[in-house]
Nanobody, 125 residues
Framework: QVQLVESGGGLVQAGGSLRLSCAASGGTFSRYNMAWFRQAPGKEREFVAAIKWTGPTLYGSDSVKGRFTISRDNAKNTVYLQMNSLRPEDTAVYYC??????????????????WGQGTQVTVSS
């Protein structure tokens, strides 16, 4: 059983930065593809970014490209999401997820096996 615990969310003004962390335990983190999703009130869960266990990354919408960076530290069993130039529309609950398949990075929430509890990010204008 894999446990994922997110941290680092909070309230920030537009233009500010936050770094989210997701600590994994109970599995072989270095062999999992990891991803960040977000869900705003009344909206579906949205793919933000993913990082393959071998290192390549994939980002979701054009709105996050160039502003968000996903990375991982296998020695610490942790995946990060650095978020810069935050906008009010980035406000959401952010979730990390683990995909135990070693195949290509996937973007659908249904394809991920384990989820964290989520961390709230609120960006004020």
């Amino acid at each position: 059983q894999v446990q994922l615990v997110e941290s680092g969310g909070g309230l920030v003004q537009a233009g500010g930065s936050l770094r989210l962390s997701c600590a994994a335990s109970g599995g072989t983190f270095s062999r999992y593809n990891m991803a960040w999703f977000r869900q705003a009130p009344g909206k579906e869960r949205e793919f933000v970014a993913a990082i393959k266990w071998t290192g390549p990354t994939l980002y979701g919408s054009d709105s996050v490209k160039g502003r968000f960076t996903i990375s991982r530290d296998n020695a610490k069993n942790t995946v990060y999401l650095q978020m810069n130039s935050l906008r009010p529309e980035d406000t959401a609950v952010y979730y990390c997820a683990a995909d135990l398949s070693p195949l290509a990075v996937r973007t659908s929430p249904n394809q991920y096996n384990y989820w964290g509890q989520g961390t709230q990010v609120t960006v004020s204008s």
